[in-house]
């Protein structure tokens, strides 16, 4: 990768300290990866604290006085947990799991918001016996459930999330701000104003505020400030027919990454005094004040913090040219190639190669064709069976959305700062595959061969 032999920053979409160091070798904050990738084994996933902290940073000063909640469905655990918390953010979650991450970390439950267009009761009562800041209400129903778990003397404070109608340039199973979808309440055909009127309706809640996430990975500020001034159109069409000015206005996450060298972002020092001048003259405009602002950035904090880790396995020629390499992870811990045809960068760390580039396709190992990490990535002609690939953009949705497919372990999670390396999430073991398993473990035992019995409660 590096002919020189003094370090080299790598640039976006890496993370910021990474750096290409002499002998090919991937430095990221200090930490070496083939050394990290010896000790943890693979695949493993790295998260650059300083990195997540830097963006959390540049957030909050690029939109003073604006509440930023990062949006946990990217990537979350006790540990990112505590950066967000030390860095002043709120936290956006979705489940009744994500909250009992929340919860264990000692994160203030004031400052968590939970989102969820099916949220279960277990969902409901974990967000309402914690007593987080907000619910965010995305369907009438839910409305009267929310209530019954509050009281009066104890009233929940809840945002609606409405849908404003605007359509954005990005991957349809992300685009979540047209009308035809399943999240939250279309304004255009009265639900929206039909749910206010029935929040308001309900002494034990508290209306703060309106929400909208129009989609995710985008790449323009435009959907945002249309989005903006239909949502303070709205406010005051509340405050119009209810008499009730409401003082939060939710403009979601979805800003969107580079994830090729050069490539766009939304970087938010372009968005933040966009948001800012934009509310506030659409607010002068229908005379209302100015409300809080809140954002919910999930990929933009976390995806360029992370890289994954694998070791190359097997070599194949492909009919066409070029060929597959296949490694030693794949769908089960970056599901996104597959669903979205998301794009990350490969690399070749941990030895120099002088061989020409040749055109790649990096194979996940499980079984199914559409398993591909990475297609048409040029690598040393020379990549071969044991050979470290790092990926660069993996610390969203990548965790967040591994499953054990095949029954592979998922892999762990290594943080590093300052020339440290972590252990934040342990691997999965296949104990911990087995132990969900409620049948006994016994029927190789007549076939002559003997199991190790797994050990977990409700089996003896
Ligand atoms: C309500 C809400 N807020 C925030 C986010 C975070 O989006 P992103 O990671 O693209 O910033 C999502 C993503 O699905 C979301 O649904």
Redesign the pocket.
């Known amino acids: 990768m590096d002919s020189t032999q003094t370090p080299v920053p790598c640039g976006a979409p890496w993370p910021h300290r990474a750096v290409w160091a002499t002998a090919g070798e991937l430095v990221i904050d200090g930490v070496a990866m083939a050394a990290l990738a010896r000790r943890y084994g693979t695949p493993v996933y790295v998260m650059a604290e300083r990195d997540v902290r830097d963006r959390c940073r540049a957030y909050r000063s690029a939109l003073p006085g604006a509440e930023i909640?990062y949006?946990g469905?990217?990537f979350l655990c006790r540990e990112m947990v505590r950066w967000i918390e030390e860095e002043g953010l709120w936290l956006?979650l979705?489940s009744s799991g994500e909250l009992a991450v929340a919860r264990t970390a000692g994160f203030p439950p004031e400052r968590v918001l939970v989102?969820g267009n099916a949220k279960t009761p277990r969902d409901l009562a974990a967000a309402l016996d914690l007593g987080v800041g907000r619910i965010?209400v995305d369907s009438i129903g839910e409305i009267n459930r929310i209530a019954a778990g509050a009281s009066r003397a104890r009233p929940q404070r809840v945002m609606l999330?409405v849908t404003p109608g605007v359509t954005t340039r990005t991957h349809p199973a992300?685009a979540?701000g047209g009308e035809d979808q399943k999240?939250g309440l279309s304004i255009s055909s009265g639900a929206a104003l039909e749910a206010v009127r029935r929040v308001l309706d309900h002494p034990e809640l508290v209306l703060t505020g309106l929400?909208c996430?129009i989609?995710?990975?985008?790449g323009e500020v435009r959907p945002y400030l249309i989005a903006l001034r239909r949502l303070v159109a709205l406010l005051a069409e509340i405050r119009d027919r209810h008499g009730r000015v409401l003082d939060e206005l939710n403009l979601?996450?979805?800003?969107?990454v580079a994830t090729r060298p050069g490539g766009a972002a939304l970087d938010v020092t372009r968005l933040g005094p966009r948001l800012t001048a934009t509310l506030r003259a659409a607010c002068a405009a229908c005379d209302l004040p100015v409300p809080r602002l809140f954002v919910?950035?999930?990929?933009?904090?976390?995806?360029a913090a992370g890289v994954t880790l694998y070791r190359v396995v097997a070599i194949k020629a492909r009919p066409g040219g070029g060929a597959y390499v296949a490694v030693d992870g794949g769908m089960s811990d970056n599901p996104r190639p597959a669903l979205y045809g998301a794009h990350h960068e490969v690399a070749l760390v941990g030895r120099r190669s002088e061989a020409p580039l040749r055109t790649m396709t990096i194979a996940g190992r499980h079984c199914e064709a559409g398993d591909l990490l990475a297609a048409d990535v040029a690598l040393p002609a020379d990549v071969r069976p044991g050979d470290l690939l790092a990926f660069a953009g993996t610390g969203?949705?990548n965790h967040a959305m591994a499953s054990n497919y095949n029954l592979v372990a998922r892999p762990p999670v290594v943080a590093v700062r300052a020339g440290t390396a972590r252990l934040i999430v342990r691997a999965e073991t296949e104990a911990d595959l087995l132990a969900r398993d409620m049948a006994p473990a016994g029927v190789a035992v007549r076939q002559g061969r003997t199991v190790e019995p797994v050990g977990h409660p409700g089996k003896g």
């Open positions: 909640a949006a469905k990217a956006d979705a989102h965010v999330r992300v979540t999240f929400h996430h989609g995710s990975q985008l979601g996450g979805g800003h969107g919910e950035p999930g990929r933009a904090i976390a995806a969203a949705y």
